[in-house]
Structures are given as C-alpha cells and as structure tokens.
C-alpha cells in the first residue's frame, strides 16, 4: 500500500510539465511519456497501488503537460504580434505600479490586459509604462494607447526559451511604452473584487508612502503586499546578499503570521473553533486576492488552508501530503512557475522545514538556549537545501543567511503585524495610528541595517554553477547527513 499516493501525484504532475514546457523535441514527449506510463506500471506491481491511484497518477501526468502545452501554444501565438513599430491596443488597467527610480524621477508602470492589437483580438497581459503621462488611472479603465511591444527582458536570462519561461510564469507576455493614451471608459462595478483589491493595494501603499521614509517603506509594501517597485538597486542588492530576500516578499511566514493574529483576534469574542476556523479561511482567501497569486503566496494559502481542514478528509495531517497538494494548486494555475526560483525557493525552504523541524517536536519546550538551538537548526537547514536554486539562479551560494535570518525573522514579524496594525488604524484616524509609527520605523531601520551588515560582511559566499548530475548526487547525500546529524543532536538535546 502507498503511504502518500498525494506526493508521487505531484512528482508526476511535474514531469509532465517539464515534458510539455518545450525544453525537449517530440522525441522526447514520447520518450518522457513511455517512461511515465512505464514508471506508474512499476509501482503498481513493486508498491502495490490500487488501479485507481495508479491511473490518478498517469492522468496527472498528462493533464498537466495538456494544461502547461496550451499555455506555451498561445504564448507562442501572442508572440506573432510583438513588434518593435508602434502599434495600437485596446485592454483594461489591472494594476498600477507607481515608485521613484535611482535619479529621483517619478516611475509609473501599469498592468494592463490586452484584448486588441492594432485591430487583431488577443488576451495577454503586458507592463505599460506611462512615465511622462499625466493620467490618473483606476482599476477596469479600458484604454486605447500607441505603444510598442517586445518579450519582456529578463535578468540572467539571455535565451529566448529562458525568458518565455519566466514571463510565462510572471503571466505577463511583454512590455511597453505609451506615447498617447486615452481612457475610454470603466464598466467594473463597485463591488468587484478585483476593484476593491485594487483600491486596498493602493491604500496600503498610500498610508505607508506617507508614514515612512523611502527604504522603510518600500521594505513594509513588500512585506505587506508584495510591492517591490519601490527598493532601490542598492537595497536590493543589500537584501539579497545577506540573505533575506524571503522576508521582503509576501510568503508562507507573513500569511501565517497573519493568520495567527486574526485567529488570536477573534479567539476572545468567544468563537467556536469551526466558526473561527471558517473566519480564517476567508480572511486568507481576501488577504490571496488583494497581494496577487504569486507562487509563494498560492503555496502559504492552500497549505494553510489543508491544515486547517484536514481533519475533515484525514484522521491526521502530513505536512508532505499538504505540500504537493499545494504544489499541485499552484502548477494547476500557471504550470512554468515551475522554472521560476521563486517557485523553487519558495518549497525548497517549506520542504527542508518539513524535513528538518519534525525531530525537533520531540524536544518540546524548555530552556531559551535550546529553542535558539532548534532555529538555528532551521536556519541551517532551509539554507542549504535552497543552495541548489540560488546556485542555479543567482550563480552563487551565501551562507550568510544562517546568522542573518536568526536576527532578521523576529524583527520581520513585529515589523510586519505592527505595519498592518498601522494600515488598520489610519482608517480610523490617522493621529491614532501615528502611536504605533515610531516603535515600527525602528524595527523597518533595523530590518535595513541587517541588510546593509550582512551584505557588507558576507564571510561565506561561494561562486557556483549550475549543477551538474555529480553535483546534484553529491548534494543529496550531504543533506541526508545533515538530516542524520540532526536527528542524534536532538535525541541527545532531548535527553539533557
């Protein structure tokens, strides 16, 4: 009998996106789906799985290679009309990115769904730039501009097939410039839910914009809903390079932090637990509509949400179940997440949690000096099994973050409940909101000092490649003996 039939589901959903995404011929569509069917054959006799389960596997492996094969079709498709000439389109304002560049001028970037170009009927979405334009612009504009279009650039990526793959994966087909717009009406009712996300977003970015200084602010938007529009070249690098990129971002840790804070919000109005679990789901679902659907976010929500119910379908959750129905949800979605290192990073960290964090449940509570022992573990362990992708992405390898994220996590969490508290109470009265602004300022500067220290004293960095499948196996093994090592460290530690 299989003991998690979910997770081999999803290995066999990612094969079939990787066989489907364009990275091998017709060949080897064939070749990959022999050996799928060949694969699930093998386990229907060696692991003894029921006919169902093995046919569930099969079909998941073909679903989401049809699923990730019409995405590249009309990927290619829209592809025929990019042009470097100017041409005309027709679509609708989906978002506004607003932020002020390196040399102090005033940026504005919007999101727009395209249902015509010059006279031809097409849906993509592409970034359109209208800097110099004097436009206010709400969610559901229709608008008619002259732009060009070209395949949005991609950075690290020079290969045709590199980028198509991330823009497939961001949902966004290319990138332009308007010399002329117009707006030629906005039939969104009031209470749509993309309108009224629109309209929080850019509350959200409004209050903090006005509260804080600029790379205070540009670091709580992006905790808060994912805008990075506003860090600089300078503080990106700063972040990135001392390892704490994943807390600038909208992720599993800010959703459950946030979700801990409502459950405790509400746990004293005297809520019964499934009211209260019912309550959650739909703040969470609001909270995924209003910050997007990146993969991170998608990952944090659905895993959030199985654990919550999972008693309903299971007699006990599996963290391991629950991830690859995440995984499945998000592939489900937009299949070339699968080649993003946010995607990668994003489950590589949850799943080295997964591994690593379940001996520690063993040693339960106790002294301050073991709880710093079990996150230092995690911190470990989440660094090294993510080294892969920044390897493969960032073509480096920076422990720095080990030490980093022991410091960064804590201030994040009180950085990140403190600036929604602020958002909240700036409804009421913005004189009530500003007691929390200074408290939160100091922990927003302590984030970016973080920042500035660890990039400017990475003791360990590594340049590195892409790897190769030595690489790969001898990865592997160093975390089987970090995951042993582990294991008799908290045995030992328990016993203390």
Request: include cysteine; charge should be positive.
């Amino acid at each position: 009998m299989v003991r998690r039939p979910i997770v081999i589901m999803a290995v066999f959903a990612m094969a079939g996106v990787y066989t489907f995404s364009g990275l091998v011929g017709n060949w080897g569509i064939i070749i990959f789906s022999a050996l799928a069917l060949l694969t699930s054959a093998l386990l229907f006799v060696t692991m003894k799985a029921g006919m169902g389960v093995t046919v569930a596997w099969v079909v998941a492996f073909f679903v989401f290679g049809g699923i990730t094969h019409y995405q590249h079709s009309v990927y290619m498709r829209d592809g025929e009309i990019l042009a470097d000439g100017r041409v005309a389109i027709v679509g609708r304002v989906l978002d506004v990115d607003e932020w002020i560049d390196v040399s102090y001028e005033d940026r504005r970037r919007l999101v727009v769904q395209v249902s015509a170009v010059g006279g031809e009927a097409a849906d993509f979405r592409i970034w359109l730039h209208t800097d110099d334009l004097e436009t206010e612009f709400r969610y559901g504009d229709e608008i008619y501009a002259i732009t060009n279009l070209v395949q949005a650039e991609v950075r690290r990526h020079s290969r045709d097939l590199q980028r198509a793959f991330v823009n497939l994966a961001r949902g966004k087909r290319a990138v332009g410039g308007a010399t002329y717009l117009e707006v030629t009406g906005n039939s969104v009712r009031f209470w749509d839910a993309g309108r009224m996300a629109f309209n929080v977003r850019r509350y959200i970015k409004g209050t903090v914009g006005r509260l804080f200084a600029a790379d205070e602010a540009a670091i709580a938007r992006g905790m808060m809903i994912g805008d990075k529009t506003g860090i600089t070249d300078e503080m990106h690098k700063a972040i990135r390079g001392s390892g704490i990129s994943h807390l600038v971002v909208v992720s599993g840790l800010h959703v459950s932090i946030l979700v801990m804070a409502f459950m405790m919000m509400f746990k004293g109005f005297a809520v019964n637990r499934v009211m209260l679990k019912i309550l959650a789901a739909a703040f969470m679902v609001v909270f995924f509509v209003t910050v997007g659907y990146a993969p991170s976010v998608t990952r944090a929500v659905v895993m959030a949400m199985i654990a919550m119910f999972a008693g309903a379908f299971w007699r006990r959750g599996d963290i391991f179940t629950t991830i690859a129905l995440a995984l499945m949800a998000v592939l489900a979605f937009r299949p070339y997440s699968m080649f993003e290192p946010g995607f990668q990073l994003s489950f590589a960290c949850v799943l080295g949690i997964a591994l690593f964090a379940r001996p520690l449940e063993k040693m339960g509570g106790g002294a301050i000096w073991k709880k710093f022992v079990i996150l230092l573990i995690i911190s470990v362990a989440t660094t090294v099994i993510t080294a892969f992708a920044t390897a493969r992405f960032f073509y480096t390898v920076n422990l720095t973050a080990i030490w980093t994220n022991i410091v960064a996590i804590p201030i994040a969490q009180l950085a990140l409940i403190g600036s929604y508290a602020i958002v909240i109470l700036s409804v009421i009265s913005e004189t009530l909101a500003g007691i929390l602004v200074p408290a939160v300022r100091v922990l927003l500067r302590m984030m970016v000092i973080v920042a500035e220290f660890g990039a400017r004293h990475t003791y360990v960095s590594m340049d590195a490649r892409p790897m190769t499948f030595t690489g790969t196996a001898l990865y592997g093994a160093i975390l089987y003996v970090i995951y042993a090592v582990e294991k008799e460290a908290v045995k030992w530690l328990g016993e203390r």
